[in-house]
């Protein structure tokens, strides 16, 4: 039987260290075992809200192939950091100086001109 642990960490990359913080609760889990997409897809959520800079170990256990048990993992565990990739604030100036320069761009009078239509002559065939 497949289960899952996911501890809240402090990973210190310099040092190669984790120091496990706490245990997570789960909100859902289940293993997907449809024949649509990805067969045995392990999907699990959070019972906290997740936060920029929070860092988690996850532990799955009971990992097993029943064709294959000697060759079958029985643990598997990974780390994931959660990061921002959003510019932060104080780069809101240059953000604002570019929105002041699309709407100058987009205030000028030639771009809000009534259209022109020339329609050339069309020479009507002698009969």
């Given at each position: 039987?497949?289960?899952?642990?996911?501890?809240?960490?402090?990973?210190?990359?310099?040092?190669?260290?984790?120091?496990?913080?706490?245990?997570?609760?789960?909100?859902?889990?289940?293993?997907?075992?449809?024949?649509?997409?990805?067969?045995?897809?392990?999907?699990?959520?959070?019972?906290?809200?997740?936060?920029?800079?929070?860092?988690?170990?996850?532990?799955?256990?009971?990992?097993?192939?029943?064709?294959?048990p000697?060759?079958?993992?029985?643990?598997?565990q990974?780390?994931?950091?959660?990061?921002?990739?959003?510019?932060?604030?104080?780069n809101?100036?240059?953000?604002?100086?570019?929105?002041?320069?699309?709407?100058?761009?987009?205030?000028?009078?030639?771009?809000?001109?009534?259209?022109?239509?020339h329609f050339?002559?069309?020479?009507?065939?002698?009969?």
């Amino acid at each position: 039987d497949c289960r899952i642990q996911v501890f809240r960490v402090s990973i210190d990359v310099t040092q190669e260290k984790v120091d496990r913080i706490t245990e997570v609760p789960l909100d859902t889990f289940c293993v997907d075992c449809a024949d649509i997409g990805t067969s045995f897809c392990i999907i699990f959520t959070l019972a906290v809200d997740i936060r920029v800079g929070d860092q988690f170990e996850v532990v799955i256990m009971g990992l097993s192939d029943r064709c294959r048990p000697e060759e079958s993992l029985s643990e598997l565990q990974y780390f994931i950091s959660f990061e921002s990739f959003r510019p932060p604030i104080c780069n809101a100036g240059s953000l604002h100086q570019r929105v002041a320069k699309l709407a100058t761009d987009l205030a000028a009078p030639h771009l809000w001109k009534e259209a022109a239509w020339h329609f050339p002559a069309i020479d009507k065939p002698h009969r």
